[in-house]
């Protein structure tokens, strides 16, 4: 094992080389450009191929041709850079490629701020694309050092679910130094925790089947298998057909392969001062569960009774811890809010919603304890940075 | 009890801030600390500093923000006024070449580091101000120990080492001994 | 079935589902006969195609392996798959004009620059005709389609001096070539040309569509007229008469003059991987 200091960048362009990637194609946008540089230096050392697309919407297509020649590929941006994915994932949500999409959170909408952290896109990330009918994965680590765990496990389930996975991180992850563990041999990766699934080839006739199975190896072109992959509604041999029954089929295995099998990843979550019933669910993803924690923490030595969840698996979104009637707050990086809409409809329906959002910066502890405090008494919170600007 | 040591660096841009958190950060890596580093957003590059978030310790770090520094080495008047409220039992080390106009209101001690000045003194320009700074860090923050500042200044420095040695030294005795 | 069929294309997708009169057949055929004359096997070829008539008319008729991108990208899904694949086997790409020089021109063009090896046969009916009939970037002036009911006045990319050709020869493609679908055996050269060059080529080759562009613009589905109206317009290059708006043959060639994509970067990672440096 080597330690580093060093940034989130660093850390995930190592845990994609460590999960096997070996084709990355980007464009630069802050904050995700240092990953698309380090990986420009990294991947030919490694055999692996770098290039930049023309725009992020040819280079997740590039990914996707690199995917379907076999390779383990990804591509990194940030929110105007992920929106141009649209085309892509969709295409890749119905052909099923195993592809891995980081996405550092910055603020928006638009270009906003490039520089500052945002969580502008939770629901964009559960909804990529057009037309419906699939889900998604999508994971959100809090620190570099997780970063790099998660990406290998995007990688992973990419691999068995035959799907891309999103993982969301922000801009204080993939621009934050810290101290990163970086494993130098399959028995380190495995001691922290490391799965990897080899690329594995479709050899037909069924390139896709009407079940929700997963480990159904993906389509791989090149080998004559008479693989079959296209926008259109699929036949179980990968015709095109426009018939409602065989659309409906591949809908049906595009939402139940993953939700059937959220055991492989809804394990992806932390709680901190949960056992104990707490009167107030902090629920948070991202760097700002940094803050929350240490706020807790702080909070129950102030003897409150507060509790907080953080969630890794954001999509599907994880319904089952938010099943006790109990206040929740929702700390997200955005004045939108947008987690605190699943919180709303996840949690038993009496349930007392509240929504804390900061953007650009994460929340003070001092902010939290007051929005706590407030909760708990039975206050609702003020939309405090809207009255300081006097809206 | 004291788990986590915070410390702010703040400035222009080009002035090192980013660097002085790397190396801080490095030497508390080597130290075995678990080490969070924020370096500051693009907007504040432009908009007049430049900010490090230095947090270091035993144990795993929440947050990683710095909301009550140790420690606050201040390089510009305007980083000075930005985060100086920010200080309650930890110090302000100050450059007075920038720092020109000191809140006296503070409770906060306050100590001047005529980094600038003294680098142009020592070596005849002022580039080796943030060894300096770094030097007299390494005396101050107990949790550290100076000879891996020391190396870590010359790890991330590649070049000019005679020089950065000298200016560590000169800044680990400007406040006398620990 | 005839002999070249049989060899290389699926049962199930013939007769194709193309409207009657079509002369897209009549392209498709002049590239599986050009695949047949080059001695290429089935495992040789990797096919793929767009969005639109010509796409989802030659999508999965080829017996290998083969994929349809969405509208415009299947430059970059194939710039992407060149990169993977063992570099003998071929890229074909059977694509429409809506989706190479509108929706797909920055990737054609980037395709281009790089010289990625692949040849693509742009099968231009003169508009969006698999949405009922639009005009599109190679629609002549004045012509009348759904949505140009008073004669189509946009500048396109084949008149008042524009070739499109000339845009991706300028981007750096290595085999231009420009043919109508009636042209046969000459196509067949040209395509033919086009696979053998390791590097970027792409052949023009105008169809008449007799159901949307014939029944609006010449008011006749007539197969006949439709196809009179063509060959009228077209010349082989250098007998180009005054009315000619297709020149054909072959456009442009520097085959095999300059580095291929894929070529290079393998190389290039290779020396890095070595070296650490290049």
């Not at chain 1, 659309?247 to 959220?262: M, S, T, V």
Request: charged share 20%.
């Amino acid at each position: 094992m080597k330690r580093y200091l060093e940034t989130g960048n660093f850390a995930i362009t190592e845990g994609a080389i460590l999960a096997g990637c070996r084709f990355f194609a980007g464009y630069p946008i802050t904050p995700a450009t240092e990953l698309a540089e380090a990986m420009s230096y990294r991947l030919p050392q490694m055999g692996g191929i770098y290039i930049q697309g023309e725009d992020e919407c040819a280079a997740l297509h590039l990914c996707i041709g690199a995917a379907l020649g076999g390779y383990k590929a990804m591509t990194a941006t940030s929110g105007p850079g992920y929106i141009l994915y649209a085309d892509p994932y969709g295409w890749a949500i119905g052909c099923e490629i195993p592809l891995m999409i980081l996405n550092s959170g910055r603020v928006g909408p638009v270009s906003g701020i490039t520089g500052a952290p945002g969580q502008g896109e939770f629901y964009l990330t559960r909804y990529p694309t057009q037309g419906g009918n699939f889900e998604t994965i999508v994971l959100a680590p809090n620190s570099a050092q997780e970063a790099m765990a998660i990406v290998v496990e995007a990688f992973y389930l990419s691999e068995r679910f035959r799907t891309p996975v999103t993982v969301l991180a922000d801009q204080l992850i993939t621009d934050g130094f810290e101290d990163i563990s970086v494993p130098e041999n399959e028995g380190e990766m495995e001691e922290m925790g490391f799965r990897k699934w080899p690329r594995k080839i479709n050899r037909g006739p069924e390139f896709y089947p009407a079940t929700d199975e997963i480990d159904i190896p993906p389509v791989v072109l090149g080998h004559n298998t008479g693989a079959l992959c296209s926008d259109w509604t699929p036949t179980e041999e990968g015709y095109d057909i426009e018939e409602v029954a065989a659309h409906h089929k591949h809908a049906y295995r595009l939402i139940y392969k993953i939700r059937n099998h959220r055991d492989l990843f809804n394990t992806l979550y932390e709680k901190t001062f949960m056992d104990d019933d707490p009167d107030l669910v902090v629920v948070s993803y991202g760097t700002p569960s940094r803050v929350v924690n240490t706020a807790v923490k702080k909070a129950r030595q102030m003897g409150m009774k507060v509790g907080a969840l953080r969630l890794i698996n954001l999509w599907p979104f994880p319904d089952e811890h938010f099943t006790r009637k109990t206040k929740y707050l929702s700390v997200e990086l955005n004045w939108d809010g947008q987690l605190v809409r699943e919180v709303q409809r996840a949690a038993p329906k009496d349930s007392k919603i509240n929504f804390l959002g900061t953007c650009g910066d994460l929340p003070t502890i001092p902010d939290l304890i007051e929005a706590f405090t407030k909760i708990l008494r039975g206050q609702s919170l003020e939309r405090r940075g809207w009255e300081l600007e006097g809206w | 009890m004291k788990t986590r040591t915070e410390i702010l660096a703040s400035g222009f841009g080009g002035q090192g801030v980013v660097r002085l958190g790397q190396i801080l950060g490095e030497a508390a890596v080597k130290q075995g600390y678990r080490v969070t580093m924020l370096k500051s957003h693009g907007t504040e590059m432009r908009g007049g500093y430049v900010r490090s978030q230095i947090v270091f310790s035993k144990e795993p770090i929440d947050s990683p923000m710095v909301e009550s520094p140790d420690y606050f080495v201040a390089l510009s008047l305007a980083a000075y006024k930005a985060f100086k409220h920010l200080v309650k039992d930890g110090m302000i080390l100050y450059d007075p070449a920038f720092v020109v106009q000191l809140d006296e209101g503070l409770v906060c001690v306050q100590k001047p580091v005529p980094a600038k000045d003294m680098s142009v003194e020592n070596f005849g320009r002022p580039v080796f101000a943030n060894t300096i700074m770094l030097g007299v860090l390494a005396n101050l923050v107990e949790e550290l120990d100076p000879g891996t500042v020391l190396d870590s200044i010359l790890h991330v420095i590649p070049k000019y080492h005679e020089e950065n040695k000298k200016a560590f030294e000169v800044g680990y005795e400007l406040l006398g001994k620990r | 079935m005839d002999y070249l069929s049989k060899k290389y294309l699926r049962s199930r997708k013939i007769p194709s589902t193309a409207c009657s009169g079509c002369g897209l057949g009549l392209n498709h055929k002049a590239v599986v006969q050009a695949v047949y004359e080059l001695g290429l096997e089935v495992e040789d070829v990797v096919w793929g195609t767009s969005i639109g008539c010509a796409g989802r008319q030659t999508f999965g008729t080829w017996k290998g392996d083969g994929f349809a991108g969405t509208h415009g990208r299947v430059y970059a899904i194939a710039r992407g798959l060149r990169l993977t694949l063992p570099p003998e086997k071929k890229i074909i790409l059977t694509v429409g004009d809506g989706d190479a020089f509108g929706i797909g021109l920055l990737h054609l063009i980037h395709a281009s620059r790089c010289n990625a090896d692949m040849t693509i046969i742009v099968n231009d009916n003169l508009g969006y005709m698999s949405t009922g009939g639009q005009y599109g970037w190679t629609t002549p002036h004045g012509s009348k389609t759904d949505s140009s009911p008073y004669g189509m006045y946009e500048h396109n990319l084949m008149s008042d001096g524009m070739d499109v050709l000339g845009v991706l020869k300028h981007a750096g493609a290595t085999f231009l070539a420009r043919h109508v679908a009636m042209d046969g055996q000459r196509a067949v050269e040209s395509i033919k040309k086009g696979i053998q060059n390791r590097g970027l080529s792409l052949i023009h080759m105008v169809f008449p569509c007799p159901t949307n562009f014939g029944s609006r613009e010449l008011g006749t589905r007539d197969t006949v007229k439709i196809y009179e109206w063509i060959e009228n317009q077209a010349a082989p290059l250098g007998q180009e008469k005054e009315n000619t708006v297709w020149a054909t043959g072959v456009y442009f060639d520097a085959s095999n003059s300059r580095p291929e994509f894929s070529e290079s970067i393998r190389k290039n990672v290779e020396t890095i991987r070595r070296t650490a440096a290049l």
